[in-house]
């Protein structure tokens, strides 16, 4: 698998309504700083190194 059969949508739009993704965009805004800060904050590192 990789990641796009992982990630994929099950239904996909095709021809999007404009408003519709206009309002999702607008609310996803109001919380990206919040969600990017959590994603630094909850990182997890892992080292790979031949061995």
């Known amino acids: ?12 739009v ?6 519709k993704m206009e309002e999702s965009e607008k609310n996803l805004a109001k919380k990206i700083d ?3 800060k959590k994603a630094i904050e909850e990182r997890e590192v892992i080292c790979v190194k031949p061995e």
């Open 14 to 19: 095709t021809k999007p309504d404009i408003a």
């Open 34 to 36: 919040e969600m990017v």
């Open 1 to 12: 698998e990789d990641c796009c059969t992982i990630f994929v949508a099950k239904h996909p």
